[in-house]
Nanobody, 127 residues
Framework: QVRLVESGGGSVQAGGSLNLSCEIT????????????MAWFRQAPEKEREGVAA???????SYSDSVKGRFTLFKDNAKNTLLMQMISLKPDDSAMYYC?????????????????WGQGTQVTVSS
């Protein structure tokens, strides 16, 4: 069973930085890990879950316009981990951040493309 475990959330002031980490655990062969596309989504209170950043198994990345230039993905294949560096954080970035993964994706930032989800990690940015 594939499990996604997020970490790294917290509270920062506007302009600050945070790094989120998502590790795939469970029964997954490293070869299959490499075939998974992974993404970060976020959901603020009373708002829909939105795609923030994603990386396809072939290495292509996609970022939402709201985070482009501020968030960067890194995939550590040796550790089965997806990292997201977030800089210049804004209060609008406050949300629960979820990691997602799936071996077959076309629209990287669509939540309907992903069958595996983590429990989420909270990010709070104060002004």
């Amino acid at each position: 069973q594939v499990r996604l475990v997020e970490s790294g959330g917290g509270s920062v002031q506007a302009g600050g930085s945070l790094n989120l980490s998502c590790e795939i655990t469970g029964y997954i062969d490293n070869r299959y890990w490499r075939s998974y596309s992974m993404a970060w989504f976020r959901q603020a209170p009373e708002k829909e879950r939105e795609g923030v950043a994603a990386i396809h198994s072939d290495g292509r990345t996609s970022y939402s316009d709201s985070v482009k230039g501020r968030f960067t993905l890194f995939k550590d294949n040796a550790k089965n981990t997806l990292l997201m560096q977030m800089i210049s954080l804004k209060p609008d970035d406050s949300a629960m951040y979820y990691c997602a993964a799936d071996p077959q994706t076309t629209d990287l930032l669509s939540l309907y493309e992903y069958n595996h989800w983590g429990q989420g990690t909270q990010v709070t940015v104060s002004s």
